[in-house]
C-alpha cells in the first residue's frame, strides 16, 4: 500500500477511510504489517530545528558595520606602531561582542517543543489485542483506542465513539470541547468543524471510541504547523532596524568624511603617517562605541522593569518593539476571556435569571430585571437548576492554592458552578447535595447524533425516580412535546415551543450557547431510549453561557485604544461568539466588514470569507476589519503579514499550538506563561506570567518608556561623536595638530556613556506617554528636531574644544595639558547637557532636580574619573594626558555652563515657535 497523502479523510466513510488505509477497525494492523509501515514511513515524530552552533552566534556579534570600522581602525593603529591604543581599540570592539553574545536571544525550541508534545505513550489495537506503545511507533492504520485524559498521538479517523469529546483548543481556539463520531462531514468543513477526525495533541475530556491513524510526523496537522512557524520570517524590530540604517549611514558619512582629510591632508604635503592618524582618529571619535553598549543596558533595565509587572521578556529587542506597537492582534479564548465557561443567564418558568460572577469561582447570584432573587422562592428555577447539576458528570474542585476549578467538560462545570451559587439562597442546590439527595443509577450519554444525555436518579428517602435530560434545544423540545412545561409556581403548563425558541433567540443574540434541561418522574430501574424521546419529558429551562471577557482585559482594551494602538481579535472560535465577546468589550465599534457577519454592530470576518479573498486586496480588509473568526494557523499567519505590509507594528497574542506560527511572524509575539503551550512560548518575544491581557497594556507602556529614555541618551550622545569628529576636521583643515587623540576619544565615548548616559534610562515615565499616538514606524530615528540639537551641540562642543586647545597652547602649556582641556570641555560639557536632555521640548526645571539619584551619581563618578584622568600618572601614560591648573579648570566649567544656557535658550525658542503657530492655525 502506498503512503496515502492529500485524502480528505473527513469526508470519507468510517468504512471507506478503513478500505483505503487496508487496516481492520476491530483487530487492528497485524504485528508484522506494522513493523513493515514504520520502516516504510518513519517514526511518529516531528522533524526537530538544529539549533544555531554558540560560535556562529558569537561571530554574529562582529557582524556590524561600525564595528568593521574599529577593527580596521584597531589594525591600523598597530601598523602605526600605536600599540596601546591599538588595544584599547580592540578592548572596545571585544567587550561590545561579549555584551552582545550574552544577551543574544536564545534559538527558538517551537519545533523541539512540539516534538516533545507528541512524546507520549498510546493505546493501539494490532492483532485484536490492546498493547501500549510509544507514540513514535505508531503507523498509518494502526487503529488508537481514545478514552479520557489520553492525548491524541497522531491525526486519525474516528471509526467507533461513545460519548467521546475531546479539547481541541491548542489547534482551533475552540474553547468548548467537541464531540466526536464516526459520521462524515463536506469535503470543505474546517477543521474545528470535522467531526470525524481527531488530531494530534488534542486531549479526550469524556466517552471513549476508536480511530485509525490517517497521519503522521510532519504530515499531521500540528506538524504541519511546525512548518508554518519555520517558514516564518523573524521580523527585525523598529529599533534595530532604524539602528541598523542610522548605522549604515554613518559608516558611510564617516569614511567618505575621514578619506577627505585624509586626501587633503596628503595633498598640502603632510606626513601619510600622521595622516592615517588623523583620519583613524577622526573614525573612532566620529563612532558611538558606546552606543551597542548603552542599547543593551537600556534594554536590559526595561526587562528588569517589565518582569516586575509580570512580562518576562525572551528577547532583548521586544522591549522596545512593544512601545511601537500599532496593532495587537489577540487571540480569544484565555486571552481575552478566562477560558471558564460560565452560566450568564437561565429562562425558567417564563423569567430570565441573569447569573453574576464569571468563572469558576462560586461567588455569584440570580438576578431578574437587576435585582437579586432568593432561588429558594423561585420553584422553577430551582427546577432547571437541579436538572442541570444532576444529569451531569463534572464536579467541583480546588487546587493546592485554594483556586476553584472544575474537573470534566468545561460547559458541564458551568451548570455545577451555576448549582453552586443557586445554593447560596437555596442550601438544597448544592452539587454534593443533590447527589447525595438523588443518586444516579442509571444513565445515556451524550453522542453528537442523538444531542442529548439523561441520567436517573433514585430518591434515598423514598421510591420516587426521576430522569433528567440536558441537550440541544430542538432535541428536547421534541421530547416534550406531550409533557408541557414548568411554569413559574413549578406546576406544569402546555409547552409553548414559540416563547422557547425566542427566549433561546435572545440568549444567542447575546451571544451564549444554549442548553435545554427537562425531568420526569421514571418507574423503570433503567432508562429506555425511545420511551424517553415518546415526548413525556416536561421542559424545565434554558441556560445561555458563555467564555467570559476578563474584567481587567476589558479594561485594557480600552486603555490601549487611548493610546492609539488598536486591538483586533483573532480567533479559532465561532462568529457569532466572536461577535458578542468583541462588543463586551469594546472592540471593532463601528467597524465595517463588506463579507462580515454582523453580530451586536460588530464586523465578523470568518476564515471562509478570508479564503475568498485576494492578497492584494487582504491587507485593505484587514485594515478595515476587527474580528476574525474561524481562522486556521496559516489564515492567522496571513492576517499579521497583511498588516505589516501596510506598516504596522504588529503584536500577537495567543496561547495554542495554532497561535505559534503567527507568534513568531509578528513583530513582538506575546505568549500566556500559565495556561499557554510550550510551543506557543517558545515561539513568542514576551511571556505574560498571569495570562492577563491588561498586563500588555503595562508593557506597551513600559516599552514606550523606553523608547523615550533612548531618545534622550541618542539625542545627548550623538553631539559627542560629531562634535569630535568636526574638532579633528578642523584641525586638519587648520593644519593644528590633532587637540583630541584616538585613544582619548574613545575614552570620551566610553566612560561618558556609561557613566552619564545610562543614568537617562531612570528617568520618569513621561505623565503623557501612553496619551501620545504610536510612533510612526516610518519615522526616522534622526527627526528634525533631534537633527538640529544635534547639529547646534556638535558645534559648540567643537568650538569650546579647539578654543581650549589654542588657550592652553598659547599659555605655553604642552600639547599633552592642551589635549587634556580639549577633552575635559567635551566631558563637561555633556555633563551640563544631561538637564536640557531629560525633557527634550519642555524645560529642564520642568522635571524634579532629584528625581533621578542615579543621574547625580554618575556626574559625580564622571567628575572623579576626569580627575583620575587628567591627574593620575598611569592614566598620563596610558590616555597622553596631562595635569591642569586651576585656570584651566575654571575655563573648561564656564564654557559647559554656556553650552547648558545655549541649548536650554534653543528649546525655549522652539517652544514659542510651536505656540505661536497653533495659534495662527486656530
Known sequence: MARPSGVAWHALHA?????????????????????????????????????????????????????????????????????????????????????????????????????????????????????????????????????????????????????????????????????????????????????????????????????????????TEIGRISGLIASAEEIATPLTRKIAAFSTLLLWVILVIAGLAFGLGVMRGEPMAEMFKAAVALAVGAIPEGLPAAVTIMLAVGVSRMASRRAIIRKLPAVEALGSVTVICSDKTGTLTRNEMTVAAVVAGGTRFDVTGAGYEREGSFQCGGVPVDVADCPALGGAIASAALCNDASLTRDSAGVPGIQGDPTEGALVVAAAKAARSAPALEPTALQERWPRIDAIPFESDRQWMATLHQDRHGPTRIVHVKGALERVLAMCRNGGMSAADGGVVPLDADSAHAAARELSARGLRVLAMASMPWTGHALDERSLESGGLVLQGIAGMLDPPRDEAMLAVKACTDAGVRVKMITGDHAGTAGSIARMMGIGEGGTGERAGVAGGTAVLTGADLAAITDADLPDTVERTAVFARMTPEQKLRLVRALQSRGHVVAMTGDGVNDAPALRQADVGVAMGQAGTEVAKDAADIVLADDNFATIEAAVEEGRSVFSNLTKFIAWT?????????????????????????????????????????????????????????????????????????????????????????????????????????????????????????????????????????????????????????????ANALFHSAPMDATAWLRVAAMGLGMGVVVETEKAIRRMAGASAASDSA
Request: aromatic share 6%.
Open 15 to 219: 468504512d471507506e477511510a478503513t478500505r483505503r488505509l487496508v487496516s481492520d477497525a476491530t483487530v487492528g494492523l497485524a504485528p508484522p504489517e506494522a513493523v513493515r509501515r514504520l520502516a516504510r514511513d518513519g517514526p511518529n515524530r516531528i522533524t526537530a530545528r538544529r539549533a544555531t552552533p554558540w560560535w556562529r552566534l558569537a561571530l554574529a556579534q562582529f557582524n556590524a558595520p561600525l564595528v568593521y570600522l574599529l577593527v580596521v581602525a584597531g589594525i591600523v593603529t598597530m601598523v602605526l606602531g600605536e600599540y596601546v591604543d591599538s588595544a584599547v581599540i580592540m578592548g572596545v570592539v571585544l567587550v561590545n561582542a561579549i555584551v552582545g553574545f550574552i544577551q543574544e536571544q536564545r534559538a527558538v525550541k517551537a519545533i523541539d517543543a512540539l516534538a516533545r508534545s507528541m512524546s507520549i505513550e498510546t493505546t493501539v489495537i494490532r492483532g485484536g489485542q490492546r498493547c501500549r506503545i510509544d507514540a513514535s511507533a505508531l503507523c498509518i492504520g494502526d487503529v488508537v483506542v481514545l478514552e479520557p485524559g489520553d492525548r491524541v498521538p497522531a491525526d486519525a479517523r474516528v471509526v467507533q465513539a461513545r460519548d467521546l469529546k475531546v479539547d481541541e483548543s491548542m489547534l482551533t481556539g475552540e474553547s468548548k470541547a467537541v464531540s466526536k463520531s464516526a459520521v462524515a462531514t463536506a469535503g470543505d468543513t474546517v477543521l474545528a468543524d470535522r467531526e470525524g477526525m481527531s488530531y494530534a495533541g488534542s486531549l479526550v475530556v469524556r466517552g471513549s471510541g476508536r480511530a485509525m491513524v490517517v497521519s503522521i510526523a510532519d504530515d
Open 718 to 874: 550623538l553631539p559627542t561623536n560629531v562634535g569630535e569628529g568636526l574638532v579633528i576636521l578642523m584641525a586638519i583643515l587648520l593644519a593644528w595638530p590633532l587637540p583630541i587623540l584616538p585613544v582619548q576619544a574613545l575614552y570620551i565615548n566610553m566612560f561618558t556613556s556609561v557613566l552619564l548616559g545610562i543614568p537617562l534610562v531612570f528617568e520618569r515615565k513621561d505623565p503623557d506617554i501612553m496619551r501620545r499616538p504610536p510612533r510612526d514606524p516610518r519615522r526616522p530615528l534622526m527627526t528634525f528636531e533631534l537633527f538640529m540639537r544635534t547639529g547646534l551641540m556638535s558645534l559648540l562642543l567643537c568650538v569650546g574644544a579647539m578654543t581650549m586647545f589654542h588657550l592652553e597652547l598659547e599659555r605655553g602649556m604642552g600639547e599633552a595639558v592642551a589635549r587634556t582641556a580639549a577633552v575635559s570641555v567635551i566631558v563637561i560639557g555633556e555633563m551640563f547637557y544631561l538637564f536640557p536632555s531629560r525633557a527634550l521640548l519642555r524645560p529642564a526645571w520642568s522635571v524634579p532636580v532629584l528625581s533621578n539619584m542615579w543621574l547625580w551619581a554618575g556626574i559625580a563618578a564622571m567628575l572623579g574619573v576626569q580627575l583620575v584622568f587628567s591627574e593620575w600618572s598611569v
